[in-house]
């Protein structure tokens, strides 16, 4: 998860981090990043989907992996 919030420009990063690892409200996270809520809202969701992928990419490697480890 570390490695997959480092890799995501920092135009995503930094509201995915605010929101959902710091656990400021969206106003509170706009107001950091000094946009407006919906600025914020669509970053953070294009964030959160970058992340999804990257983790899902890394979750099938491991289904793989345990599929050949059996």
Request: aromatic share 2%.
């Amino acid at each position: 998860m570390v490695e997959a919030l480092g890799e995501l420009p920092p135009i995503y990063r930094t509201p995915v981090l605010l929101r959902d690892i710091h656990g400021l409200s969206t106003e509170e996270a706009s107001a950091v990043l000094r946009v407006k809520t919906q600025t914020l809202k669509s970053r953070l969701h294009r964030g959160r989907l970058i992340l999804r992928e990257k983790l899902g990419e890394f979750a099938d490697g491991l289904a793989l992996h345990s599929l050949h480890a059996a």
